[in-house]
């Protein structure tokens, strides 16, 4: 069965003077300004596009990641995942760069890169970024 998720923004003004909020409505987690200051200078407490694609790509890879090395036969302990976006204003999204690092008991080095590379082409997230290079660093803790 699909699921469906929901967010919104409201934008006032315009691209460089204006500001807007992007409200999580499936969660109800909450609701996060955001600028193009903070999208293309510092966040300084507010959030941006890019930021909001890390998330969403660290948590995918991670539950993709989980899921092949469990039907490996080697169930994570821990995976910590880091994404890093980077935007360059005026050409967009560059690059995504994935750092994962995982406690997996009884699993050598080549196969733990091996699986990381299959989730990290295969998360639903990745997928749905194919236009953008993404670049992975795995290691075993």
């Known amino acids: 069965m ?3 998720r929901h967010a919104h923004t409201v ?5 460089l003077k204006g500001s807007g909020v992007v409200t999580l409505d499936s969660s109800k987690l909450g609701s996060y300004d955001v600028t193009w200051a903070s999208r293309a200078e510092q966040p300084e407490g507010r959030t941006s596009p890019e930021e909001l694609i890390a998330a969403a790509h660290s948590s995918c890879f991670s539950m993709a990641f989980s899921n092949g090395l469990a039907k490996d036969g ?7 995942t880091k994404a890093d976006v980077t935007f360059q204003p005026g050409e967009g999204i560059t690059g995504i760069h ?7 008991p009884g699993l050598d080095a080549d196969r733990f890169q091996e699986l990381a590379e299959d989730a990290k082409k295969n998360c639903p997230v990745s997928q749905a970024l194919t236009g953008t290079t993404i ?3 795995a290691e075993l803790a």
Request: cysteine-free; proline content about 4%.
């Open 98 to 104: 994935l750092t994962v690092r995982g406690e997996v």
């Open 135 to 137: 670049t992975l660093t």
């Open 11 to 15: 934008w006032q003004g315009d691209l």
């Open 2 to 4: 699909a699921t469906v």
């Open 74 to 80: 080697h169930a994570p302990t821990r995976l910590e």
